[in-house]
């Protein structure tokens, strides 16, 4: 039986040193593997024994990638490629969670910067603009008026690559004070922080500040359903309040960063140990 769990990751961070420091404690075999260094011949198996792939690699390609390769050599990646490529795409985020009934703020997906000014007309100002692929809330800008929107969407134009004039409207919710963050591993909730920032992005990378949050029923109900949505068993699921109380999902992030809700919770909720606590139940199996 092979039992070693793999770590992907091209940078150990605060989380993979967790997560690493997690599995010694627990005696569980590991190994850390840079993404970079990664190859693989199609048709061969990894020569290593590895049980499970942990993938925490940054780079949305190359977590992609590195989890497409490695489940091709019948290796058991979590989360999966198919869920790192749905989760690392917020159109693909948001198809999945509107197919699975989940409330999100109203989308609208433009493939010109041209018709993103119609989307933007047809959201209503102000609205929300996205990179299709990305993370800490790098981009994501708020748009107040027809005339913003026209500048703004010539920088856009003025990008390199087609995936960057691809453009992802969002209705913007009003008055958020804060957001919220639902840690979720293999299905259960482990816990919530609140999310508050001086500007209106509330990314802890933007220096925003995590509070304990209540978990109630209604918040463990949309977090497990935009989890199962997107069919990822680890992951941080990004919530708003609606005018109403009514809650919305904006993403779900499959390499979940978690040194905020650790300090929220002050250690008392380990996500890496319940995140070991899962690759071991799924080595076991
Ligand atoms: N539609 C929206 N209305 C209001 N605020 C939003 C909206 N979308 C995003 N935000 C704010 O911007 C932050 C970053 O957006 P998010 O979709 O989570 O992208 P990222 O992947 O960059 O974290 C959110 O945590 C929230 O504070
Ligand atoms: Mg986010």
Redo the contacts with the bound molecule.
Sequence with gaps: MERTVAVLASQVRLEERLLLAALSRRGVAHVQVDTRRLRSVLGERVPERWGVVLNREIGHTRAVYAASALEAMGRSVVNSAAATEVCGD?WRTSVALSAAGVPT?R?ALALTPEAALDAMEDIGYP??I??LV???????S?IPDRHTATTVLEHVAALPGPRSHVVYV?????D?A??L?VVVVGGEVVGATY?R?SG????V??G?VSEPCPVTTELTKAALAATTAVAADIAGV?L?EGADGEL?V??V?HRVEFAGFHAAHEGRLDVADRVVEHLVTGLRA
Excluded: F, H, M
């Excluded at 209106?200 to 990314?203: A, G, L, S, V």
């Design positions: 917020k703020p989308t609205a929300v996205k990179p990305g993370s800490w809330g790098r981009l994501v708020l969002q209705e913007c919710v009003p958020l804060r957001d963050r999310r920032s209106w992005r509330t990314n990378a933007r925003a990004d708003v919305l904006l993403e992030n």
